[in-house]
């Protein structure tokens, strides 16, 4: 069984950095995707950003362009969203998220990061608080 756990959540001030962990556990040699996804107070949750682990290939939605980095050192089960130059629209609880890309259901990244509800695991979220 997949499990998913984030870290790294805080409090900045704007214009700081904030890097954020997953640790992801039971995953097999199959296809996955891995993401980063945020939800503020009263609004949907949002794709943030996004990998594939077999290949690396990343992507992002228009707001994270330039600033965050996703990142992974998949032989220590561990996945990263490092964020510079944070603004207080950035505040949010952040989940990783993982989704089995077995054959037949395998979509691409910036689907998957407009529709956080196809992915199938999810961890418990981490707030990032960014002050002005």
């Known amino acids: 069984e997949v499990q998913v756990e984030e870290s790294g959540g805080g409090l900045v001030q704007a214009g700081e950095s904030l890097q954020l962990s997953c640790r992801v556990s039971?995953?097999?040699?199959?296809?996955?995707?891995i993401g980063w996804f945020r939800q503020a107070p009263g609004n949907d949750r949002e794709g943030v950003a996004c990998?594939?682990?077999?290949?690396?290939?990343?992507d992002y939605v228009d707001s994270a362009k330039g600033r965050f980095t996703i990142s992974s050192d998949l032989a220590k089960n561990m996945v990263y969203l490092r964020m510079n130059t944070l603004k207080p629209a950035d505040t949010a609880v952040y989940y990783c998220?993982?989704?089995?890309?077995?054959?037949?259901?395998?979509?691409?990244?910036?689907?998957?990061?407009?529709?956080?509800?196809?992915?199938?695991?999810w961890g418990k979220g981490t707030l990032v608080t960014v002050s002005s």
């Open positions: 998220a993982v989704r089995h890309q077995r054959r037949n259901r395998d979509r691409p990244l910036d689907e998957l990061l407009g529709g956080y509800y196809q992915m199938d695991y």
């Open positions: 039971g995953l097999t040699a199959d296809k996955y995707a």
């Open positions: 990998l594939s682990t077999t290949d690396g290939t990343t």
